[in-house]
């Protein structure tokens, strides 16, 4: 078992009380939301994309720290990436919290802030909560124009 | 002339609590504090015992054969009936019919009882405070037949709106199914006088007894309900078996629940004769165990000093709600004038989920969700809280590991 303070990390506190990129996002094109009805969790991602380019993420929704942490984190890191850098990211933050622990670590290695989010893996039944809003972004992606895409959920 | 002069016998918790092995157990390097009865209580060695003895010495399967096992087993499955008839205070077991769990009982009166009644325009009454169980069966009923779902709310308090529940109740009401004592409150419901108030318009009255049936002295008769349900697993009993109690008159009316084995009095593929109750709402192999361990459950709580685990179990309800009113930035959900057991509660600048987490951290067990009331919560304006649940093998001094753990979650997150 792991300390609390590796799973409630600093950086994961400090985006939970002071959320960056929350709310509505002007100009944004793509847009999912994503829900856990056991716990609660609620997510909306929003996304302008310019070309192949992530010119802005934004979100808004209400759940516990580790999933408003969790997507305030994802908007940061993915502003300005490529889609398929997006999806790269994607791949590693899935790695860290949920693959085995070799993977797990070089994910980590390679992520930065975002590796804030590995003491999620300790603790099984919050991984769904720190791997809402990423599942919720890949939704957006993949929405095409005038479609709504179903909600999406990690329980 | 002498007086008798009776003192209720004292509770001994340390006894209690050396009965339960899972107590010993050290969660995160701190002793389990385990205040999540309310989700499934724990279990005392006597039912562990009587589970594992029946399945050494007495095992077979019931109402087959002739050979001694099996009779030796129909014996112990029909004895528990009997438990459990006595510990509602039913007059004949022959009304009690074993079912997984409540949730079981209340889908086989919404479906058996109350489908082949329900007429379109005919109304089911249910409160603001009921679990998805006394939700979802009669949603699925009312769309089978064309009758509606009524609501009575509940005040800033999580007290039933009598005088609302009142003027919903009509000649349309043909049920009124409601919880005994709330999951999410612990609100204790006036169940008598629901009964008066919905026999005076010709409804039957449904409870559900599953947070009851550990804490309150059920008595179907003077209750005046007609069906009344609860759970093995939330009176110390097993997971997988529950009780069902109906009146007779309506149970004899009802069609079967399921079909299969030995709930038939003659099968032939032209027509089946189906049994009297209650065999005809139990086809196939029971829980025969889960019956048995139920029963081991019902002496065991009967064996304690009933006024006394009332008092201890009252006086950790309201310690707990004391300290925890005393937080700054702690609102309780649920603060009824009559409880039982619960104390639902939201720590300002945390989730629920969070506030599960850290209170694991230090040992403390509690419930963190919605805990299947969603519609009640819309109610509060929450999507969760924190739940706190108490039984008998509770200690003030766990009520206070909990408040302490509680403020170590907001100081992690001030």
Not at chain 1, 60 to 88: H, W
Not at chain 2, 20 to 31: A, C, E, G
Not at chain 2, 124 to 150: D, F, R, Y
Request: charged share 20%; aromatic share 6%; net charge negative.
């Amino acid at each position: 078992m792991s300390e609390l303070t590796d799973l409630y990390q600093e950086v994961i506190l400090d985006h939970c009380k002071r959320p960056r990129n929350f709310g509505p996002l002007a100009g944004a094109d793509h847009f999912a939301e994503g829900y856990n009805p056991l716990c609660g969790d609620k997510v909306k991602v929003y996304v302008a994309l310019d070309g192949e380019r992530l010119a802005g993420v934004g979100f808004e929704g209400s759940g516990c720290a580790i999933s408003t942490a969790s997507a305030s984190l994802m908007t940061e890191a993915l502003a300005g990436k490529s889609v398929p850098e997006a999806q790269r990211l994607f791949d590693e933050v899935h790695g860290m919290l949920t693959g085995d622990p070799s993977t797990a670590a070089e994910a980590s290695e390679s992520l930065g802030k975002l590796a804030a989010l590995g003491g999620v893996r300790e603790y099984p039944m919050r991984v769904k909560c720190a791997t809402l809003a990423w599942h919720t972004l890949q939704a957006a992606l993949a929405q095409r124009p005038g479609q709504a895409p179903a909600p999406v959920s990690t329980e | 002339m002498t007086t008798t002069v009776t003192t209720a016998p004292a509770l001994d918790v340390a006894a209690v609590r050396a009965q339960f092995p899972i107590l010993r157990t050290r969660v995160n390097n701190k002793p389990l504090v385990y205040l999540d009865s309310a989700a499934s209580a724990q279990k005392p060695e006597p039912v562990i015992e009587a589970e594992a003895r029946f399945y050494r010495e007495s095992y077979a399967n019931v109402h087959r054969g002739v050979h001694t096992l099996s009779q030796r087993a129909t014996g112990a499955y029909e004895a528990a009936r009997e438990r459990v008839a006595r510990f509602l205070g039913a007059a004949d077991p022959a009304d009690v019919v074993f079912t997984r769990s409540a949730t079981e009982g209340l889908n086989l009166v919404a479906w058996c009882f109350a489908r082949p009644r329900l007429r379109p325009g005919d109304e089911v009454l249910l409160t603001e405070m009921e679990h998805h169980s006394n939700i979802v069966p009669w949603q699925m009923v009312c769309e089978a037949t064309g009758a509606k779902l009524v609501v009575a709310p509940v005040d800033e308090r999580g007290e039933l709106r009598m005088d609302e529940l009142d003027r919903l109740l009509s000649p349309k009401t043909r049920v009124v199914a409601l919880v005994h004592v709330s999951n999410a409150l612990g609100t204790i419901n006036p169940i008598a006088e629901v009964s008066r108030l919905a026999h005076a318009v010709g409804a039957a009255v449904v409870v559900d007894g599953a947070q009851a049936a550990p804490h309150l002295r059920i008595d179907v008769q003077a209750l005046g309900c007609d069906f009344y349900t609860f759970s093995g697993h939330k009176v110390y009993g097993p997971t997988g078996i529950g009780a069902l109690w109906g009146r007779k008159e309506l149970l004899a009316e009802m069609p079967p629940w399921q079909g299969g084995g030995d709930m038939i009095l003659h099968v032939s593929f032209a027509r089946t004769d189906y049994a009297p109750p209650p065999a005809r709402f139990e086809a196939g192999t029971p829980h025969i165990v889960g019956a048995v361990g139920l029963a081991a459950a019902l002496d065991w709580l009967d064996s304690l000093p009933r006024e006394a685990v009332a008092a201890h179990e009252h006086d950790l309800l309201a310690h707990a709600t004391e300290s925890l009113a005393a937080i700054p930035g702690v609102r309780l959900i649920g603060t009824a004038r009559h409880k039982a057991s619960v104390l639902s509660f939201l720590v300002a600048g945390v989730h629920a989920h969070d506030v599960g987490t850290i209170l694991d951290s230090e040992g403390v067990a509690v419930r963190a969700g919605h805990h299947c009331a969603q519609p009640l919560m819309e109610r509060f304006g929450v999507a969760a809280t924190a739940r706190a649940s108490f039984a008998v093998y509770n200690t003030r001094e766990e009520v206070d590991v909990l408040t302490a753990a509680v403020r170590k979650a907001q100081r992690l997150f001030a």
